[in-house]
């Protein structure tokens, strides 16, 4: 796949997962894909991967995730995102729907492998979303 090819894929899976279409995000993912929700201990699978997004998306009904800079070589690929939403539908981390606005950046990088997503690695600070639920 081309570069190109390569952003549209990680454009189509972030617009999928924002629209909660996760049948479609599954779709997407390598058959040995693997996600690092920080920095240890992949989540292996996409079914795997889609229960762990699931459970922390079901807590903010509505939310925008949207890529606000992305930046692809070879077979990797980079996004800026940014989320936001309002914690007003379940438990998440311990913490009842509170009613917060919650807004904070995400740092994505994608492998693309035989055309489909195979490893994704997540970086953000979930001390400052903790905050933003509880205050």
Do not use: W
């Amino acid at each position: 796949m081309s570069i190109e090819n390569n952003k549209e894929l990680v454009r189509n899976f972030y617009d999928l997962l924002e629209e909660e279409n996760y049948n479609a995000v599954a779709e997407l993912c390598h058959p040995e894909f693997l996600f690092y929700f920080q920095v240890d201990n992949p989540i292996q699978g996409a079914v795997g991967f889609v229960a762990s997004e699931k459970a922390n998306f079901d807590a903010f009904k509505g939310f925008t995730m949207r890529i606000h800079e992305i930046i692809a070589e070879n077979d990797k690929v980079v996004a800026y995102m940014i989320f936001e939403g309002v914690h007003n539908s379940k438990t998440i981390f311990g913490i009842e729907p509170s009613g917060n606005r919650v807004r904070f950046s995400l740092l994505m990088f994608l492998t693309i492998k035989d055309g489909k997503i195979y490893e994704k690695r997540a970086h953000f600070d979930l001390d400052d979303i903790k905050r933003q639920l509880m205050r």
